[in-house]
């Protein structure tokens, strides 16, 4: 049995762990820090009118957790040699979820700079690849694993019934900066704080290209001139989120602007890292209600 305690990274040094593993002739990869542990596949217990991607449910330390069967969800043939495959336990979004895949096979260490985003050639049709590493003359395919359990159960992600919960109100002068990898959440996130009255937003695809805004705006002057608080996720290609909080509170310029770490990463086991790197919060997604009050006593 594998466990993620003992090989987790420093925080903020822009690296990741990946959890190597196949299905079929397939290498994919999954980071360490979602993975809470990988165990032998067990016996399920099937639930009616489950969605058709829920092989159904384990129980493990007296806890219930769905399996879903990777295979069917990236349409690949289910090619599992029984003595190797293994369910992936992975927790985000505050749900414990089992990742049905084949054998595990190594675990990588890399910089988020050596992750390359498909292009729209290579995306396939429902975009669930969002990262792609070269290995060995080969590729490993990162899923978008939170996109997935949307997927499957839409309540799990930041809905249009959640933003249309929150109380609109007048329009906010202030600018927030949001470091977002994906078009979907950067879209509802944005619709979200518009809402709220946080017309004035910075979009930036990455961490990287967000300290790069920063640090224009600072040589212009005071940054807070241009921008009043930072949003960002935490796994993001070229520069993640507890790299680009580390990098703006070191920066005499930058330090004193707000940044809200919003991720589905957020757990009891993993806050320390934004506390270490500086985070004036930390939210978990998809909870925008909670988001929203950090901005609103972070800036107004």
Same mark, same amino acid.
């Given at each position: 049995?594998?466990?993620?305690?003992?090989?987790?990274?420093?925080?903020?040094?822009?690296?990741?762990?990946?959890?190597?593993?196949?299905?079929?002739?397939?290498?994919?990869?999954?980071?360490?820090?979602?993975?809470?542990?990988?165990?032998?596949?067990?016996?399920?217990?099937?639930?009616?009118?489950?969605? #058709?991607?829920?092989?159904?449910?384990?129980?493990?330390?007296?806890?219930?957790?769905?399996?879903?069967?990777? !295979? /069917?969800?990236?349409?690949? #043939?289910?090619?599992?040699?029984?003595?190797?495959?293994?369910?992936?336990? $992975?927790?985000?979004?505050?749900?414990?979820?089992?990742?049905?895949?084949?054998?595990?096979?190594?675990?990588?260490? =890399?910089?988020?700079?050596?992750?390359?985003?498909?292009?729209?050639? $290579?995306?396939?049709? &429902?975009?669930?690849?969002?990262?792609?590493?070269?290995?060995?003359?080969?590729? =490993?395919?990162?899923?978008?694993?939170?996109?997935?359990?949307?997927?499957?159960?839409?309540?799990?992600?930041? %809905?249009?019934?959640?933003?249309?919960? @929150?109380? !609109?109100?007048?329009? %906010?002068?202030?600018?927030?900066?949001? !470091?977002?990898?994906?078009?979907?959440?950067?879209?509802?996130?944005?619709?979200? @704080?518009?809402?709220?009255?946080?017309?004035?937003?910075?979009?930036?695809?990455?961490?990287?290209? $967000?300290?790069?805004?920063?640090? !224009?705006?600072? &040589? /212009?002057?005071?940054?807070? &001139?241009?921008?009043?608080?930072? =949003?960002?996720?935490?796994?993001? #290609? /070229?520069?993640?989120?507890?790299?680009?909080?580390?990098?703006?509170?070191?920066?005499?310029?930058?330090?004193?602007?707000?940044?809200?770490?919003? %991720?589905?990463?957020?757990?009891?086991? @993993?806050?320390?890292?934004?506390?270490?790197?500086?985070?004036? $919060?930390?939210?978990?997604?998809?909870?925008?209600? &909670?988001?929203?009050?950090?901005?609103?006593?972070?800036?107004?």
């Amino acid at each position: 049995m594998f466990t993620r305690e003992g090989i987790l990274l420093e925080t903020g040094t822009n690296e990741l762990e990946i959890v190597e593993f196949t299905i079929g002739n397939n290498r994919f990869g999954i980071n360490v820090i979602k993975v809470r542990e990988i165990i032998s596949v067990i016996p399920t217990t099937k639930v009616p009118f489950s969605h #058709p991607h829920i092989e159904g449910v384990i129980s493990l330390r007296d806890e219930v957790i769905p399996v879903v069967n990777l !295979a /069917k969800v990236l349409h690949l #043939p289910e090619q599992y040699e029984e003595t190797s495959e293994k369910y992936i336990i $992975a927790e985000f979004n505050m749900l414990k979820i089992a990742f049905h895949v084949g054998n595990i096979a190594q675990i990588h260490r =890399i910089s988020w700079e050596k992750i390359e985003q498909p292009n729209d050639l $290579a995306k396939n049709l &429902e975009n669930l690849i969002t990262g792609i590493i070269h290995f060995d003359e080969q590729m =490993i395919l990162l899923p978008d694993f939170e996109k997935i359990i949307f997927n499957i159960n839409p309540n799990t992600g930041i %809905s249009k019934d959640r933003i249309q919960s @929150l109380d !609109a109100r007048d329009r %906010s002068t202030k600018t927030i900066l949001i !470091a977002e990898d994906s078009s979907l959440l950067r879209e509802l996130l944005k619709e979200t @704080l518009e809402k709220v009255g946080y017309v004035n937003i910075e979009i930036c695809h990455d961490g990287q290209e $967000a300290l790069d805004k920063l640090i !224009a705006f600072s &040589e /212009k002057g005071n940054v807070t &001139e241009h921008v009043q608080l930072v =949003i960002t996720d935490i796994e993001m #290609p /070229k520069m993640d989120g507890h790299h680009l909080t580390k990098r703006i509170k070191e920066n005499d310029k930058l330090k004193k602007l707000p940044v809200i770490i919003f %991720s589905s990463l957020i757990t009891n086991d @993993l806050r320390h890292k934004g506390e270490k790197v500086g985070a004036n $919060a930390q939210v978990s997604k998809p909870e925008v209600s &909670e988001l929203v009050k950090y901005v609103d006593q972070f800036i107004l």
